[in-house]
């Protein structure tokens, strides 16, 4: 045993006893093809947004909406009214503040759905808008959607001009998601000439008094931001008297670029606002309902609907292959699996490798497609966090044809490799996809424009890469190590940005230098390991607010299983056998453990625009504790 790791024998009984049970739980959920799939939640936008499209696509006739529709959007009031802050707004995630994107939006759902602007809550809501800012204080989608009824002035909406295909590789230097909603949107936007709403419809009890509806002033007349406000104005010169041909052979191009999208995939990008703006795109095109294309497009959608009776909400895309492989990586570790389970999953994640070119290659032209997307189907668009975490499955995970299961891997790997950024890291979707001028857009106020490179999914595909046997010197692995290195914060944390969020990417920086052979001596290191000790909860747990994205610095919140479990993992890859902190998180994860092997989480630790769209991945509140403990049980039993 390690000096001064003071293990009671009660600790590791209640340890061994909390896997059995989160075992036995993760195990039944295993469906008969193989793999795991938990909800993915988010906030009301999501079905905000949904009555929106109710309104283009079925608009009430004399005030009343089709009784179909109007069930549909009775569930979907319920649920946002469900889900009011105490101060009358609405947040992105669960106990935040009030939100004023957020809070525009549901207020726009909920008066077209009916509800009377002088009822209390809605009375609530505009005061917290008002006090917020305004409409105008609203991001630029929520101007965009609106002014797609007249409801915001065109003039001082950003213009998504259909031309940008027409302009080389300029599409491809956005975000993989961001280009996938501005192609269909350029083309809503270029064809829609105002839908109705309901007459004497307004939202106008939203504009702040006295407050300008233009785009805000930049700070410099010499900088970017101003650069593309007057292109902006360019853009919507050429709108009114710009070539009407090159205007239609542009959105024709967008027309076939999202339909060659929509093919082997589960909608757009498979993913909520790619998804709906298609069907808007299509509908314009006069793809009318009984089309297969539009059909198709709005059934990929609907399938993103839960609405069981009980509860209705939306979920922003499907987590399968995600919660497949750390599910599977999870048992695994803790040996609790029957063989015949961890060969189904890893069967059923073989068969989801990517074989066809997608966005990526733009940028590598000459790369054998491999990888895997985070849904059930989306061959364009696979990722690099979702292909790490799948090798890293499989690495343990053996399907019943180990050469193809082989070649597999080996494909993965050179995609993961020629995926290296040349800063050393690794993004989500591209390679280099850092042109922070994008940024400066009037529609990226988002904060999603870019990919760039994070130490979260950096540290994941360094573990992947090490289970396989590439060696430490490979110089893959030490750009990957020199870019970790490099990219530490101040306090020994690193920044996480798909999970909430110094937690986060402190455990998977951690967990990919040591599977690097970085010495749990390097500074680096130690520094890390003190961090996480230092921010612990007094319970014994770890939790973090999404705030912190907002602060640029850690924000404490209360205990969290998911988080707790990184930070566990994350001193346990920085050699910590000695402090108490790892006991105490164990006992943290005992205690909260409820007696069918799972835990609660109701607050969103997963990421996914920061500071605008926060995630809630309901298996991560069992996935995560289960392989912590594994991994501290395993770490025990080596110290014996």
């Given at each position: 045993m390690s000096p001064g790791l003071q293990i009671t024998d009660s600790v590791a009984a209640g340890v061994a006893q909390a896997i059995a049970k989160a075992s036995d739980w993760l195990l039944g959920q295993q469906s008969e093809k193989g793999y795991w799939w938990?909800?993915?939640t988010a906030d009301t936008t999501l079905e905000s947004d949904y009555i929106l499209l109710q309104l283009w696509l079925y608009p009430p006739q004399n005030g009343t909406w089709n009784p179909i529709t109007r069930v549909q959007i009775d569930r979907a009031v319920r649920s946002i009214l469900d889900r009011q802050c105490s101060g009358g707004g609405f947040s992105i995630y669960t106990g935040g503040p009030s939100d004023v994107s957020a809070s525009v939006k549901a207020y726009f759902a909920l008066k077209l759905a009916g509800i009377d602007p002088n009822a209390p809550a809605m009375t609530r809501l505009r005061e917290c808008i008002l006090s917020h800012g305004g409409l105008q204080a609203a991001n630029s989608y929520v101007k965009i959607n609106l002014g797609l009824f007249n409801l915001y002035p065109k003039e001082h909406i950003p213009s998504v001009p259909p031309e940008m295909i027409l302009m080389g590789?300029?599409?491809y230097h956005m975000s993989a998601w961001a280009r996938a909603i501005v192609v269909p949107l350029a083309i809503v936007q270029s064809l829609n000439k105002g839908r109705p709403t309901p007459a004497g419809f307004t939202v106008d009890e939203l504009f702040a008094p006295g407050v300008s509806k233009a785009f805000p002033c930049p700070d410099s007349f010499f900088s970017w931001k101003s650069f593309f406000l007057g292109v902006d104005k360019l853009c919507k010169l050429w709108e009114k008297y710009g070539s009407k041909s090159i205007r239609n052979k542009a959105i024709e191009q967008c027309k076939q670029w999202v339909l060659d999208r929509t093919r082997y995939t589960d909608g757009l990008a498979a993913i909520y606002p790619p998804m709906m703006y298609t069907i808007m795109a299509l509908d314009l095109l006069g793809h009318a309902p009984g089309d297969p294309d539009r059909d198709e497009a709005e059934q990929q959608f609907l399938n993103l609907m839960v609405d069981d009776g009980k509860h209705f909400y939306f979920q922003p895309c499907f987590s399968v292959v995600w919660d497949t492989a750390i599910a599977a990586h999870a048992l695994a570790e803790a040996g609790t699996a029957p063989p015949h389970s961890l060969a189904r999953a890893a069967e059923w994640l073989v068969g989801k490798e990517v074989r066809k070119k997608g966005d990526w290659s733009v940028h590598r032209p000459g790369v054998e497609p491999s990888g895997w997307y985070f849904e059930f189907a989306n061959e364009y668009y696979?990722?690099?966090?979702?292909?790490?975490?799948?090798?890293?499955?499989?690495?343990f995970a053996r399907a019943s044809d180990g050469a193809a299961q082989q070649a597999t891997i080996k494909r993965a790997l050179n995609w993961l490799i020629a995926m290296q950024a040349a800063d050393g890291g690794w993004a989500a979707f591209d390679v280099d996809n850092n042109w922070p001028v994008l940024t400066h857009v009037p529609f990226a106020d988002h904060n999603a424009m870019l990919d760039p490179t994070c130490p979260d999914i950096t540290g994941r595909v360094l573990e992947g890469m090490a289970l396989h046997g590439i060696p430490a010197d490979h110089p893959a692995?030490?750009?990957?190590?020199?870019?970790?290195?490099?990219?530490?914060?101040?306090?020994?944390?690193?920044?996480?940005?798909?999970g909430v969020d110094y937690i986060y990417g402190t455990y998977l920086a951690l967990r990919g230098l040591r599977a690097a052979g970085e010495s749990d001596r390097e500074v680096h290191v130690l520094r890390a390991g003190e961090w996480l000790r230092a921010i612990q909860n007094a319970d014994g747990g770890w939790g973090e607010s999404p705030e912190s994205y907002t602060q640029s610095a850690y924000v404490n919140a209360p205990s969290t299983p998911s988080q707790t479990a990184w930070a566990l993992l994350g001193l346990i890859a920085s050699g910590d056998g000695r402090s108490d902190s790892i006991e105490r998180a164990a006992e943290y994860l005992i205690r909260t453990q409820?007696?069918?092997?799972?835990?609660?989480?109701?607050?969103?630790?997963?990421?996914?625009?920061p500071r605008v769209f926060y995630l809630n991945y309901h298996m991560y509140r069992n996935s995560f504790p289960l392989l912590a403990l594994a991994t501290f049980l395993k770490l025990r039993q080596q110290d014996n």
């Open positions: 938990g909800d993915l590789r300029v599409l696979p990722d690099i966090d979702d292909t790490g975490m799948v090798v890293i499955a499989l690495a692995m030490r750009r990957g190590v020199d870019y970790l290195i490099r990219v530490q914060e101040q306090d020994g944390s690193w920044y996480g940005r798909w409820r007696p069918d092997g799972t835990w609660d989480e109701p607050q969103a630790t997963g990421t996914g625009f």
